[in-house]
Protein backbone atom coordinates (compact mmCIF):
# COMPACT_ATOMS: atom_id res chain seq x y z
CA UNK A 1 0.00 0.00 0.00
CA UNK A 2 2.69 2.48 0.88
CA UNK A 3 4.09 2.27 -2.93
CA UNK A 4 1.10 2.71 -3.95
CA UNK A 5 0.37 6.16 -1.83
CA UNK A 6 3.96 7.45 -2.65
CA UNK A 7 2.94 7.20 -6.74
CA UNK A 8 0.30 8.74 -5.88
CA UNK A 9 1.62 11.83 -3.46
CA UNK A 10 5.00 11.95 -5.84
CA UNK A 11 2.88 11.83 -9.46
CA UNK A 12 5.69 9.48 -9.97
CA UNK A 13 8.06 11.60 -10.24
CA UNK A 14 11.77 10.62 -8.11
CA UNK A 15 13.32 13.32 -5.87
CA UNK A 16 16.33 14.01 -4.71
CA UNK A 17 16.46 13.10 -0.81
CA UNK A 18 14.24 11.49 1.80
CA UNK A 19 10.65 12.16 2.18
CA UNK A 20 8.58 11.91 5.68
CA UNK A 21 5.67 11.65 6.74
CA UNK A 22 4.32 13.90 9.41
CA UNK A 23 1.42 11.43 10.43
CA UNK A 24 -0.16 8.19 10.73
CA UNK A 25 -3.67 7.07 11.52
CA UNK A 26 -4.89 7.23 14.92
CA UNK A 27 -6.41 3.73 14.96
CA UNK A 28 -6.27 3.88 18.73
CA UNK A 29 -8.57 6.64 19.49
CA UNK A 30 -10.55 4.92 16.70
CA UNK A 31 -11.12 2.30 18.85
CA UNK A 32 -11.50 4.62 21.99
CA UNK A 33 -14.15 6.13 19.92
CA UNK A 34 -16.24 2.77 19.05
CA UNK A 35 -16.02 2.01 23.13
CA UNK A 36 -17.16 5.48 24.06
CA UNK A 37 -20.33 5.22 21.65
CA UNK A 38 -20.93 1.61 22.86
CA UNK A 39 -21.86 2.81 26.51
CA UNK A 40 -23.40 5.99 24.96
CA UNK A 41 -26.53 3.40 23.45
CA UNK A 42 -27.96 3.32 26.91
CA UNK A 43 -30.24 5.95 28.59
CA UNK A 44 -28.71 6.35 32.25
CA UNK A 45 -31.39 4.85 34.75
CA UNK A 46 -29.77 5.29 38.30
CA UNK A 47 -27.14 7.31 40.21
CA UNK A 48 -24.91 5.13 42.27
CA UNK A 49 -23.76 6.65 45.76
CA UNK A 50 -21.56 4.31 48.30
CA UNK A 51 -22.81 1.06 46.86
CA UNK A 52 -26.96 1.98 46.54
CA UNK A 53 -28.46 2.43 43.12
CA UNK A 54 -31.33 4.93 43.31
CA UNK A 55 -33.49 5.17 40.43
CA UNK A 56 -34.17 8.11 37.87
CA UNK A 57 -37.90 8.98 36.58
CA UNK A 58 -39.91 12.21 35.81
CA UNK A 59 -40.00 12.60 39.35
CA UNK A 60 -37.03 14.72 40.60
CA UNK A 61 -34.40 12.90 42.71
CA UNK A 62 -32.74 15.54 45.11
CA UNK A 63 -29.38 15.35 46.72
CA UNK A 64 -28.13 16.90 49.22
CA UNK A 65 -27.92 16.68 53.16
CA UNK A 66 -31.50 16.58 53.81
CA UNK A 67 -33.91 16.31 51.29
CA UNK A 68 -37.08 16.69 51.03
CA UNK A 69 -38.88 14.69 53.29
CA UNK A 70 -41.95 15.15 50.46
CA UNK A 71 -39.65 14.16 47.41
CA UNK A 72 -37.25 11.08 46.63
CA UNK A 73 -33.90 12.07 47.09
CA UNK A 74 -30.06 11.08 48.19
CA UNK A 75 -29.10 12.07 51.67
CA UNK A 76 -25.20 12.78 52.00
CA UNK A 77 -23.71 10.94 54.59
CA UNK A 78 -20.74 12.08 56.74
CA UNK A 79 -18.97 14.92 57.46
CA UNK A 80 -20.20 16.57 53.90
CA UNK A 81 -18.84 20.66 54.61
CA UNK A 82 -19.73 22.59 51.21
CA UNK A 83 -23.16 20.51 50.33
CA UNK A 84 -26.36 22.22 50.61
CA UNK A 85 -29.84 20.89 51.95
CA UNK A 86 -30.63 20.30 48.57
CA UNK A 87 -27.71 20.34 46.73
CA UNK A 88 -28.41 19.33 43.03
CA UNK A 89 -31.67 17.55 41.38
CA UNK A 90 -31.62 14.89 38.25
CA UNK A 91 -34.82 13.84 36.53
CA UNK A 92 -36.14 12.46 33.66
CA UNK A 93 -36.76 15.50 30.83
CA UNK A 94 -37.96 13.61 26.86
CA UNK A 95 -35.73 11.22 26.35
CA UNK A 96 -32.55 12.67 28.82
CA UNK A 97 -31.22 12.67 31.77
CA UNK A 98 -30.86 16.13 33.30
CA UNK A 99 -28.88 17.65 36.26
CA UNK A 100 -30.06 20.89 37.82
CA UNK A 101 -27.75 22.48 40.48
CA UNK A 102 -29.55 24.30 42.91
CA UNK A 103 -26.85 25.21 45.49
CA UNK A 104 -24.64 27.84 46.53
CA UNK A 105 -21.51 26.06 46.50
CA UNK A 106 -21.39 24.08 43.19
CA UNK A 107 -22.09 21.29 41.87
CA UNK A 108 -19.49 19.31 39.19
CA UNK A 109 -19.64 17.16 36.32
CA UNK A 110 -16.74 15.64 35.90
CA UNK A 111 -14.68 18.27 37.53
CA UNK A 112 -16.18 21.08 35.26
CA UNK A 113 -18.87 23.38 37.48
CA UNK A 114 -22.53 23.09 36.12
CA UNK A 115 -23.73 26.33 34.64
CA UNK A 116 -27.79 25.76 33.88
CA UNK A 117 -29.29 22.47 33.45
CA UNK A 118 -27.06 19.62 31.66
CA UNK A 119 -27.55 16.00 30.34
CA UNK A 120 -25.92 13.22 32.04
CA UNK A 121 -24.11 10.04 29.69
CA UNK A 122 -23.70 6.81 31.46
CA UNK A 123 -20.22 6.97 33.43
CA UNK A 124 -20.68 10.76 34.20
CA UNK A 125 -19.12 11.31 37.81
CA UNK A 126 -21.23 14.45 40.12
CA UNK A 127 -18.92 15.90 42.81
CA UNK A 128 -21.06 17.86 45.31
CA UNK A 129 -19.35 21.30 46.46
CA UNK A 130 -15.94 21.38 47.76
CA UNK A 131 -16.30 17.58 49.34
CA UNK A 132 -15.02 14.32 47.52
CA UNK A 133 -18.34 12.86 47.50
CA UNK A 134 -19.48 11.74 43.90
CA UNK A 135 -22.02 9.89 42.56
CA UNK A 136 -21.66 7.90 38.99
CA UNK A 137 -23.90 7.73 36.89
CA UNK A 138 -25.15 4.42 35.63
CA UNK A 139 -27.20 2.28 33.37
CA UNK A 140 -28.83 -0.82 35.04
CA UNK A 141 -29.75 -3.74 32.75
CA UNK A 142 -32.47 -6.51 32.12
CA UNK A 143 -30.97 -9.73 32.11
CA UNK A 144 -31.28 -10.28 28.62
CA UNK A 145 -29.64 -6.78 27.38
CA UNK A 146 -25.61 -7.24 26.91
Same mark, same amino acid.
Given at each position: ??? @??? #?EL??????? @???????? $????????S? /?????? &? !??P??L? !?? %?L /? !?????? $??????? +???????????????? &?? +????????Q?????L????? %?? *???N??? &??? $?????????? #??? *? *??E *???????L?R %??T
Amino acid at each position: ALP @GLW #RELTDGRTAA @GASFFSSR $PRVASARASA /AKKAVA &V !YRPSHLL !YR %NL /A !YPLSAT $PLTVGMS +PSVAAQGIRVAGDAGG &VD +PAHCAVQLQGEKIVLTDLSS %NG *TFLNDRR &VEG $PVALNVGDAI #RLG *T *TAE *TIIVIACLDR %NET
